[in-house]
């Protein structure tokens, strides 16, 4: 006898989730925040200003902030780079789009989201816009709007591999929340905020597929959006109430019901998913990391590039389908060369380290590094999940018929294998020297003023005080 697993009631488990949700997030306080959750969000500020400063130089940026500047010159927000003024949603792409653009921000691995580049532009956006916003609240509104995004990435937990782009999804409803609590909103001005959200809700992921400069305004989209829904909302423009669970939802509409929705509420407040954030080692898209740590492993046992006949690569599925394509050099394209696994192993196993400058032009078109790259063939690994993150399996044949087989299930940066205080802060000195030519001397300070984030008074002033280039 067939025995057929029950079909979840969607229905039922989702009924009033997006009022819940909103009611849940009301009486936080800066109290409630557990110590280690609150010196998580500081590393990730740091982390964040670093690789926006790091993106200073990177292709799609200047051209950006040129579009933006021509359509105004004055506002009540700044676009870090360049200290621009613009208004808070034009701020919040700019600077978000920048956070995005290196691929070395954060990531919520099993969430399968990238948070801080979409939290940090729109929370200093509209902190600027408030006034008067001290460092506690603004540590808050950055704990609602991580906590949300990682939940919601629990929630749709095949996001990505429906083709959507999580970060910017699921990270517009995120960060929009996290502003309505810098207004003060209640429970229905929260839900009015999380359902303008909704409705402008957008990102696919063709644009890492195609390895083509949208991908990078992918976090500064979701940012601008964030900003707006919640100042229309703040300013009486009501929102769909049931922004989750109608029928027109994100739920059904945008995840098919292939969502976990026990995911969203369980233990809100109580247990953190922010601490489940990594900060990433590696300027390049995530699926590749465990694969570059096995193959800077591989040179450190003494493999040379010349000695690779074939390399194989297996992978989850999700991971296959965005970093799996091969190689090509003709393209010219750094965020083809981000998404790809294949290059990135190859510079790994060449270079014996993997850093800002191997995604930089003319680096990405080596002859030698294509040709070894060239030898390099991803699958989809059946044996895996199809949406982990962490696995990576490498089989290595050398010319002289050998074999070598490593496999790792540990993603490097990841809470299991975290980088300390000290290499994130060497990390924010090191995106500041590569993007703005700046020294340690001229950016320790700001850092330092970051890491007392809870103690500062104003919070507009970290814009102020952000290192310019020299």
């Known amino acids: 006898m067939n025995v057929q697993t029950p079909v979840p009631d969607i229905a039922a488990a989702t009924d009033g989730i997006s009022r819940r949700l909103c009611e849940s997030l009301v009486d936080w306080s800066y ?19 670093g690789v926006i400063g790091g993106a200073a130089k990177a292709p799609g940026m200047a051209e950006l902030n040129r579009t933006l500047s021509r359509w105004e010159t ?53 902190a600027e816009d408030i ?25 749709c937990f095949n996001s990505l591999g429906k083709g959507w782009h999580p970060t910017m999804t699921l990270g517009t409803l995120a960060a929009a929340l996290g502003v309505g609590r810098l207004l003060g909103q209640d429970a229905k001005g929260l839900l009015n905020t999380l359902g303008l959200a909704m409705h402008q809700t957008c990102g696919t992921a063709q644009p890492m597929l195609d390895g083509v400069l949208a991908k990078r305004l992918g976090a500064g989209i979701a940012s601008r959006n964030a900003v707006t829904a919640a100042f229309l909302a703040n300013d009486g423009i009501t929102g769909p109430f049931l922004p989750l669970e109608g029928k027109a939802g994100l739920f059904h509409l945008l995840e098919r ?18 601490r489940g954030y990594s900060v990433k080692p590696y300027p390049c898209c995530r699926c590749n990391h465990t694969s570059i740590d096995l193959a800077i492993g591989l040179r450190a046992r003494g ?15 999700v991971n296959f ?16 060369a981000q998404f790809n696994a294949a290059y990135s192993f190859a510079r790994a196993l060449s270079d014996g380290k993997v850093d800002l400058q191997t995604y930089t032009r003319p680096n990405i078109t080596d002859p030698a590094i294509a040709a070894l790259a060239s030898r390099v063939h991803v699958a989809s690994d059946p044996n895996e999940k199809p949406t982990d993150m962490a696995p990576s399996h490498i089989v290595v044949t050398t010319t002289d018929g050998g074999r070598i087989d490593v496999s790792a299930r540990i993603v490097p940066g990841s809470p299991e294998s975290p980088m300390s205080e000290a290499q994130v802060l060497d990390k924010f000195r090191g995106c500041m020297a590569f993007g703005m030519g700046l020294g340690s001397d001229a950016v320790n300070g700001f850092s330092d003023q970051i890491m007392n984030l809870e103690k500062v008074d104003e919070v507009a002033t970290l814009c102020a005080s952000f290192p310019t280039s020299q």
């Open 131 to 155: 006034g008067k916003v001290n460092g506690r609240d603004f540590i808050l509104a950055l704990a609602v709007g991580a906590e949300v995004h990682a939940r919601l990435g629990f929630t």
């Open 303 to 317: 493999l040379k590039p010349q000695d690779v006949q074939r390399v194989d690569i297996g992978l989850p599925q």
């Open 321 to 336: 389908q965005t970093v799996g394509q091969p190689y090509d050099v003709t393209r010219d394209s750094i965020v083809h």
């Open 74 to 126: 004055q506002g009540s927000a700044t676009g870090l780079i360049g200290k621009r003024r613009y208004s808070p949603p034009n701020a919040a792409l700019a600077n978000g789009a920048a956070a995005h653009a290196l691929d070395f921000d954060d990531m919520h691995d099993p969430a399968r989201i990238h948070a801080f580049c979409v939290m940090l532009p729109t929370m200093l956006a509209a």
């Open 31 to 49: 109290d409630d925040l557990p110590t280690d959750v609150v010196q998580t969000i500081k590393l990730f500020v740091v982390d964040t200003f």
């Open 257 to 274: 019901d292939e969502v976990r929705p026990q995911e969203l509420l369980e233990d809100i407040g109580r247990e953190w998913r922010t």
